[in-house]
């Protein structure tokens, strides 16, 4: 890591540290379940990203660190060996040995093979945890109390954060220094050519084990995170969506990049915090989304950055700026008819709109409330307008393409010709 990205980090966590001098108490509680997720993603990233191994099951350990925690919690008050700060060490114990366990079995596998007994082992556990009452308590979970250690007594908000918020930057310094360390470098081998490791004579089953193991171990870590902050844990835990967003925010923030899966699972976290009170199609937005930068920009928000701050080195900032402004006109009207629709169709669509919906076909359909504006459904200018919005969306997207691939053109021609042109010549 040189000096800028560890300024970078630095004023990050100087920023994180003074959070809740500016946050309300909802947002707060956003910020905690933000940072848990983030520690997920990056936890994922060291399997998926790292070893090229893609798992569709990593809520499992997860789960099973966040039931490990509560248990511990209850069985141990908060007190002796393991007081209610270092509650995170038994999730993490948990998810370490049960992801070695699974591990073992599904590194026997590559490929999608490997992806299909990951997402079995989780849907085994899910489906058993209701079923095993004593272990899980049920539909109705576990609860438990924090307790109090260390002349804190974890009742506030505040204090939460500040715990939740020590343990990921621990978590995710150690994930990053367990990158920088012979057996991480290994890792990255599994991605590119394990073939390479097994001919070399490195145990390949044994790497894939041990990255495995360790991505499990602060899963669990998260869910006991998790515990801390709910002080409660169901089988829902286990529930395939966790899974599925953890893929979901490492691939939109970005698995080339160390801190790319924080930085996305922190942002769609709040996503689903600020836009779920507003629509019930947030779900269909994020997946949009998924989509969207699966096909544009598969570095992720990381990878987009990235490209940024080699454009703005390349070229000078009067030649981009163009580019730049009809890629934000594309992201507006594009977003805003994209926006319009759904939210329209979906409104009729709803049950309470059918039910108003008169029963001869003659008569009109009844106008439809959408932005403090009362919109005819059968009327052009209610569907000209979004279809206008998206057409101006996609010609700006189209112009910016265009500029950005001139840009690179002039860019490529610019550079000297390949030093063994002229030696060819002289020989002629």
């Given at each position: 890591m040189?000096?800028t990205?560890l300024a970078?980090c630095?004023?990050?966590?100087?920023?994180?540290?003074?959070l809740?001098?500016l946050?309300?108490?909802g947002?707060?509680?956003?910020?905690?379940?933000?940072?848990?997720?983030a520690l997920?993603?990056?936890a994922y990233?060291?399997?998926?990203?790292?070893?090229?191994m893609l798992s569709f099951?990593?809520?499992?350990y997860?789960?099973?660190?966040?039931?490990?925690?509560?248990?511990?919690?209850?069985?141990?008050?908060?007190?002796?060996?393991?007081?209610?700060?270092?509650?995170?060490l038994?999730g993490?114990?948990?998810?370490?040995?049960?992801g070695?366990?699974a591990?073992?079995f599904?590194?026997?596998?590559?490929?999608?093979?490997?992806a299909?007994i990951?997402?079995?082992?989780?849907?085994?556990?899910?489906?058993l945890?209701?079923?095993l009452k004593g272990?899980?308590g049920?539909e109705?979970?576990?609860?438990?109390?924090r307790?109090p250690?260390?002349?804190?007594?974890?009742g506030?908000t505040?204090?939460?954060?500040?715990?939740?918020?020590a343990?990921?930057?621990?978590?995710?310094?150690?994930l990053?220094?367990?990158?920088?360390?012979?057996?991480?470098?290994l890792?990255v081998g599994?991605r590119?050519?394990?073939?390479r490791?097994?001919?070399l004579g490195?145990?390949?089953?044994?790497?894939g084990?041990?990255a495995f193991?360790v991505?499990a171990?602060?899963?669990?870590?998260?869910?006991?995170l998790?515990?801390?902050?709910?002080?409660?844990?169901?089988?829902v835990?286990?529930?395939a969506?966790l899974?599925a967003?953890?893929?979901?925010?490492t691939?939109i923030?970005g698995?080339?990049?160390?801190?790319g899966p924080a930085l996305?699972?922190?942002l769609m976290?709040?996503?689903?915090y600020?836009?779920?009170?507003?629509t019930?199609?947030w779900?269909?937005?994020q997946?949009?989304?998924f989509?969207?930068?699966m096909?544009?920009?598969?570095?992720?928000l990381?990878?987009?950055a990235?490209?940024t701050?080699?454009?703005?080195?390349q070229h000078?900032l009067?030649?981009?700026?163009?580019?730049?402004a009809?890629?934000l006109?594309?992201?507006?009207?594009?977003?805003?008819?994209?926006v319009?629709t759904?939210?329209?169709l979906q409104?009729?669509?709803?049950q309470e709109?059918r039910?108003?919906?008169?029963?001869?076909?003659a008569?009109a359909w009844?106008a439809v409330?959408?932005?403090?504006h009362m919109w005819?459904?059968?009327a052009?200018?209610t569907w000209a307008?979004?279809l206008?919005?998206?057409?101006?969306?996609?010609?700006l997207?189209v112009?910016?393409?265009?500029?950005?691939?001139?840009?690179?053109?002039?860019?490529?021609a610019?550079?000297?010709?390949?030093p063994t042109?002229g030696?060819?010549q002289?020989a002629?």
């Amino acid at each position: 890591m040189n000096r800028t990205s560890l300024a970078y980090c630095l004023a990050g966590a100087a920023l994180l540290a003074v959070l809740p001098l500016l946050l309300t108490q909802g947002l707060l509680n956003a910020a905690i379940q933000m940072l848990i997720a983030a520690l997920f993603a990056s936890a994922y990233n060291l399997l998926c990203g790292q070893a090229g191994m893609l798992s569709f099951g990593h809520a499992a350990y997860f789960g099973v660190g966040a039931f490990a925690t509560v248990h511990a919690m209850n069985a141990l008050d908060g007190a002796g060996l393991l007081p209610t700060p270092l509650m995170p060490l038994a999730g993490a114990l948990a998810g370490l040995l049960f992801g070695a366990v699974a591990g073992w079995f599904a590194t026997q596998r590559t490929g999608t093979y490997f992806a299909m007994i990951t997402l079995a082992i989780a849907e085994l556990v899910h489906s058993l945890a209701p079923h095993l009452k004593g272990v899980f308590g049920g539909e109705a979970g576990i609860s438990t109390m924090r307790m109090p250690a260390w002349g804190f007594d974890f009742g506030s908000t505040i204090q939460v954060y500040y715990l939740t918020l020590a343990w990921v930057l621990a978590g995710m310094a150690l994930l990053y220094l367990y990158t920088r360390t012979p057996l991480g470098r290994l890792t990255v081998g599994l991605r590119e050519n394990s073939h390479r490791l097994r001919f070399l004579g490195y145990n390949v089953h044994g790497l894939g084990t041990s990255a495995f193991a360790v991505s499990a171990m602060f899963s669990g870590m998260a869910g006991g995170l998790q515990v801390l902050s709910n002080e409660s844990a169901n089988y829902v835990v286990f529930d395939a969506s966790l899974s599925a967003a953890a893929v979901l925010n490492t691939y939109i923030g970005g698995v080339q990049v160390f801190l790319g899966p924080a930085l996305g699972a922190a942002l769609m976290t709040f996503f689903g915090y600020a836009v779920s009170d507003l629509t019930r199609s947030w779900l269909l937005y994020q997946g949009i989304l998924f989509v969207l930068v699966m096909m544009y920009m598969p570095g992720g928000l990381a990878g987009l950055a990235a490209t940024t701050r080699r454009l703005r080195e390349q070229h000078r900032l009067a030649k981009l700026a163009p580019a730049c402004a009809q890629a934000l006109g594309c992201v507006a009207l594009a977003g805003a008819g994209l926006v319009f629709t759904i939210e329209l169709l979906q409104r009729l669509f709803s049950q309470e709109y059918r039910a108003r919906i008169p029963m001869d076909s003659a008569q009109a359909w009844p106008a439809v409330t959408l932005f403090e504006h009362m919109w005819l459904p059968g009327a052009a200018s209610t569907w000209a307008l979004p279809l206008a919005a998206l057409g101006a969306g996609a010609m700006l997207f189209v112009l910016c393409r265009r500029r950005l691939a001139r840009l690179a053109g002039r860019n490529t021609a610019s550079l000297p010709a390949h030093p063994t042109a002229g030696h060819t010549q002289e020989a002629a």
